[in-house]
């Protein structure tokens, strides 16, 4: 399958990137300060320990990290996480400890990157941890014929070091678009693609990922508007998708945790992390939180804790409702997880101390997308 269009030069991807992300950011930067005050106001902010508590686990020291667009907990090297800048930058990753302290680079050898919007972590052949790279950006709204995908052994050691890079080329059956989100389930090491649309979908990779051939992407779920990262709990029983103004909770694709609220799947705390420019997020090792990341300099990955529906199998106390570990798909049932959070009271400290200004930040984020979207250059956002 081939999609015969003339692509863009990279110089004008860029061009492009850095007109919207001006927008975006600034645009971000307005909905936190509007929908943050409210909050406050309105319920006050969640009690100590409850879910949607939030905190810093680090800040970027190294000057070299200036747009960290993907992040990953490590497999090997137990708080150490992974991250990568976006366009622009040479191939290469950082492994970055709890310190905020660069450990090691890993560069890709002959990788010219176009567009990295992020990282992922699953299994080589042999069973051993992999990283996966996203150059799955397209600043252009689809005008690239093929995105790629590029995976690396995780090092067993924490040295700069240059790997050649298993390289997937990617296309979907429906057509080119626009993405930043790729994330790997666990369980099956099936690599997923969220799209950043309007009307996002989430795509599933073939029955097996070939190196020689084109891999073509299928719909298997729609996923909300603008998502700018997602990644799999440790388990694989929970996944995540965040956007600029929040994030949503799955059990599987198209299931979106039922905690009883009325915006099932809401991540309690998610939306005050929607800080300019929000792009990465991940669980952590233990999966009792979830880490959102943003672009700039310094920046930081802050901590938003989980707890009842929202926390993985792996996390949940013995009775307490969680999803399922056997892979079913089937959203998470409280009434066969042992009593618990029967009513979906679950982070409800956490949803409520933004709940009733809902409505009002469903208008204001409609009106940021329609600006970026309309007033923004022809050629897309970052």
């Not at 009271?345 to 940021?368: D, E, N, S």
Request: charged share 20%.
């Amino acid at each position: 399958m081939s999609f015969p269009l003339r692509a863009p030069s990279r110089a004008a991807s860029q061009a492009a990137r850095a007109a919207s992300r001006s927008l975006a950011g600034a645009a971000a930067a307005l909905l936190v300060l509007l929908v943050l005050p409210v909050s406050l106001v309105v319920g006050g902010a969640a009690p100590a320990g409850a879910a949607g508590e939030q905190s810093q686990l680090l800040a970027f020291k190294d000057d070299r990290i200036t747009e960290s667009s993907g992040l990953i907990a490590s497999v090997r090297h137990p708080g150490v996480f992974w991250t990568h800048n976006d366009s622009g930058d040479l191939p290469r990753l950082f492994a970055v400890g709890a310190d905020g302290a660069t450990k090691a680079v890993i560069t890709l050898e002959g990788v010219e990157p176009r567009d990295w919007e992020a990282v992922s972590v699953g299994k080589d052949e042999a069973g051993n941890p992999a990283l996966f790279i996203g150059d799955i950006g397209d600043n252009f709204k689809g005008k690239w014929p093929e995105v790629w995908i590029y995976r690396i052994p995780e090092p067993a050691e924490l040295k700069d070091a240059t790997v050649k890079p298993v390289k997937y080329r990617v296309q979907y059956a429906d057509g080119p678009r626009d993405a930043e989100a790729l994330l790997v389930d666990p369980r099956s090491n099936k690599v997923y693609i969220a799209s950043k649309e309007n009307k996002g979908g989430l795509y599933e990779q073939p029955a097996a990922l070939s190196p020689t051939g084109v891999n073509v992407f299928t719909r298997v779920a729609d996923a909300p508007p603008t998502v700018t990262d997602g990644a799999f709990a440790p388990d694989g029983t929970r996944f995540i998708l965040r956007g600029y103004g929040g994030a949503t909770m799955y059990t599987a694709p198209g299931k979106p945790v039922e905690n009883g609220a009325d915006h099932s799947g809401d991540v309690p705390g998610a939306f005050q992390m929607a800080f300019p420019q929000g792009e990465s997020v991940c669980f952590t090792a233990d999966g009792q939180a979830v880490l959102f990341g943003s672009e700039g300099v310094h920046s930081t990955v802050r901590r938003v804790a989980l707890d009842g529906l929202f926390l993985p199998a792996m996390a949940a106390a013995p009775g307490q409702p969680s999803g399922q570990p056997s892979g079913s798909g089937a959203p998470a049932d409280p009434a066969q997880a042992g009593g618990g959070d029967q009513e979906g009271q679950a982070g409800r400290p956490a949803t409520k101390a933004y709940g009733p200004g809902f409505l009002a930040v469903v208008v204001l984020v409609v009106t940021v997308y329609a600006f970026i979207k309309f007033r923004g250059p022809k050629s897309g956002s970052d």
